[in-house]
């Protein structure tokens, strides 16, 4: 196949997510004299088509809309995403993300937590994986700024973060689920909050408000939920950026340990190559490491560490009708009561717990067994509307052989197929065992007749994190602390393959944090 070569840019961005969008409008914002330039697999997620308009979209949530690329691929209907299969043989956990503009917050839940101080200080803390090259208050200003772009609903002088800016609007509205729970917590003393959630709770920037549908993990059709193609891509886009969809990189071209473009394959898939002086790859923690490694650039590391944050579920059913399934399914309130280390448990590190939404209906009725009958019949209708579901994240730590690797295969996409390898580690399983307990009596408190585990949960794999690590040795890490590539100082990272750690949060509110910090710094340079 020929390549079309086209005109030289400053810079190419590959992946317009969170991280790819944060560094686009920071970089053009500082330096607005560079040509820049961010190719984008997918497309812009059309409000029209999303399930939320459709009679079938609990069924959407399982096929076509599902969370995980591969339950896509299989549905073989209206796919949004861009996806490209996954091998998930060897992972207890199944990879969640959206390939198209705006990345995965298209279909996240926008709860929007930042990681603790002690986050990046484990090492020095507590004696395992590894310290951060910058620490909290390094980073508190970008945090700031991601806040202010992104817009955040929450509730200031939260006790278990150092003081927080004003957050732009109040809370989310509790319901009654949230606020039997938050009685529980508070009869039982222990810490809990309203969540930051990037979710207009009133109208703000433009956007309507929430309107509690529901349905939030298959996008948004008020533009309530402030995914990246709604708030970064626009101002950037206004700056000067030109954002290329359905653009696949399929090599960045390296001569004499310096990228020199990338090549990309277009909608008809004719090949370009455009060359620029820097490339920032933000593809995930699947999709950055299968590209660099397809790519040929040297790391031991690469690849390696893979991060999810294992998650368990427990729900509590309830004598008394509650009302579940309204409102953002995972911005309601959560508890950092058990988030730092406390040895007498017998592990380092500590857990997340998150009140969540009831699951729709259908999704509800589809975990049954048997699915038919007289007894499931009797059992979906003594648990819709009476659930009370509780999430734990437990910290994920950095192991050597969770990692994302390439196959021997080509996939449609022109790129070498990639597998993912993870298993949980005793630490994490111990993690897991005591939030569900601690969940437990929280739900007991609340009134529960009766509990329900799913221990480990596999299609909770949303957070793709630490492949492509930074740190100061080339040995132990793939990038330095300005997220450049030890083996290729001119490709950079920006999305959550560069945590060294992952902390027991949500990591969409540091990953953008980081990516601004990235481009203010690199924007001193290239300038």
């Known amino acids: 196949m020929t390549r079309k070569r086209q005109d030289p840019v400053d810079v190419v961005i590959i992946g317009a997510g969170c991280g790819g969008a944060a560094f686009a409008w920071q970089l053009k914002r500082r330096a607005p004299h560079l040509k820049i330039v961010c190719l984008e697999r997918g497309g812009w997620p059309d409000p029209l088509r999303m399930p939320a308009k459709t009679m079938r979209w609990q ?175 626009p101002k950037s886009i206004a700056l000067g950026v030109e954002l290329r969809t359905i653009a696949i990189a399929r090599n960045i071209e390296i001569e004499a340990g310096r990228a020199t473009g990338v090549t990309y394959a277009d909608r008809n898939d004719e090949e370009h190559f455009l060359p620029a002086q820097a490339v920032v790859v933000a593809g995930n923690g699947i999709g950055t490491a299968r590209l660099l490694l397809a790519s040929g650039v040297e790391s031991p590391m690469l690849g390696r560490n893979l991060m999810f944050h294992p998650a368990a579920y427990i729900r509590g059913i309830f004598k008394e009708r509650l009302d579940g399934p309204v409102g953002p399914v995972g911005a309601s309130i959560y508890s950092h009561q058990f988030y730092e280390t406390d040895r007498a448990r017998g592990f380092e590190r500590g857990v997340h717990l998150q009140l969540s939404r009831e699951n729709a209906l259908l999704v509800q009725a589809s975990r049954l067994s048997p699915l038919w009958g007289e007894a499931p019949q009797a059992q979906l209708r003594e648990e819709f509307l009476h659930t009370m579901p509780i999430l734990v994240l437990a910290e994920d730590l950095p192991e050597a052989h969770n990692r994302v690797s390439l196959t021997n295969a080509e996939e449609r996409d022109g790129l070498p197929g990639v597998k993912i390898d993870y298993r949980i580690s005793e630490r994490a399983q111990k993690s897991l065992d005591f939030g569900l307990a601690r969940a437990e009596e929280i739900l007991k408190a609340a009134g529960a007749s009766r509990t329900v585990r799913v221990s480990p949960a596999p299609l909770t794999g949303w957070h793709l994190l630490g492949t492509a690590r930074m740190g100061r040795d080339p040995q132990t890490s793939v990038t330095d602390r300005y997220g450049r590539c030890h083996a290729v100082p001119n490709i950079l990272i920006a999305d959550g393959s560069l945590f060294p750690t992952v902390g027991a949060a949500n990591p969409a509110s540091t990953i953008g944090a980081v990516a601004l910090k990235l481009a203010d710094q690199f924007a001193g340079e290239i300038a």
């Open 59 to 233: 069924r959407a949530i399982m096929e076509d809309w599902a969370s995980n690329p591969n339950l896509r691929i299989k549905a073989g209907g209206y796919r949004g995403s861009n996806d490209y299969p996954i091998d998930e043989d060897g992972s207890v956990f199944k990879s969640l993300m959206w390939n198209g503009v705006g990345g995965s917050t298209v279909a996240w839940a926008a709860h929007f937590p930042r990681l603790h101080p002690s986050d990046f200080r484990v090492r020095s803390l507590d004696g395992v994986a590894d310290d951060w090259p910058f620490d909290y208050f390094d980073l508190e200003p970008w945090y700031d700024l991601n806040d202010e772009i992104m817009g955040v609903a929450g509730l200031d002088g939260d006790p278990a973060y150092p003081p927080k800016r004003r957050r732009a609007m109040p809370p989310l509205a509790f319901g009654a689920v949230a606020n039997r729970a938050a009685r529980a917590f508070s009869d039982l003393g222990w810490h809990w909050w309203p969540v930051d959630a990037a979710i207009n709770s009133v109208r703000h920037d433009g956007r309507d408000a929430c309107n509690h549908c529901g349905p939030c993990l298959t996008g948004c059709i008020s533009k309530a939920k402030s995914s990246v193609d709604l708030t970064y891509w």
